[in-house]
Nanobody, 123 residues
Framework: QVSVSESGGGLVQAGESLKLTCVAG???????LGWFRRAPGKEREHVAS????????IYADSVKGRFTISRDAAKTTMYLQMNSLTPEDTATYYC?????????????????WGQGTQVTVSA
């Protein structure tokens, strides 16, 4: 079992920024990491993911140019810098540890999940 925890969510106004942090267990340093979100009444969707080296990144079209994913040198902490937030970004954001080293937009490619952090963007 790998522990995964998210932080950094909150309530902001449209146009503002937030930075989410995900801390995963030490053994996740060789795994891809991903951010997903679920808005009320909607399916869970991929937001961004990064491979174990931090070099390959995948973004959902809806966040390209606004969100930036990164991971630290120890590769066990991941960040999601979210700029120009809109009410459509309101959701619970989840961090996940991948089954392997690559980045993936498929939730089925992730094994361990955090409890989520709420992001609410007011108009």
């Amino acid at each position: 079992q790998v522990s995964v925890s998210e932080s950094g969510g909150g309530l902001v106004q449209a146009g503002e920024s937030l930075k989410l942090t995900c801390v995963a267990g030490r053994t996740s340093s060789n795994n891809g990491l991903g951010w997903f979100r679920r808005a009320p009444g909607k399916e869970r969707e991929h937001v961004a993911s990064v491979d174990w080296k931090g070099g390959n990144k995948i973004y959902a079209d809806s966040v390209k140019g606004r969100f930036t994913i990164s991971r630290d040198a120890a590769k066990t902490t991941m960040y999601l810098q979210m700029n120009s937030l809109t009410p459509e970004d309101t959701a619970t954001y989840y961090c996940a540890v991948g089954l392997g080293p690559t980045a993936s937009s498929s939730a089925g490619r992730y094994r361990y999940w955090g409890q989520g952090t709420q992001v609410t963007v007011s108009a």
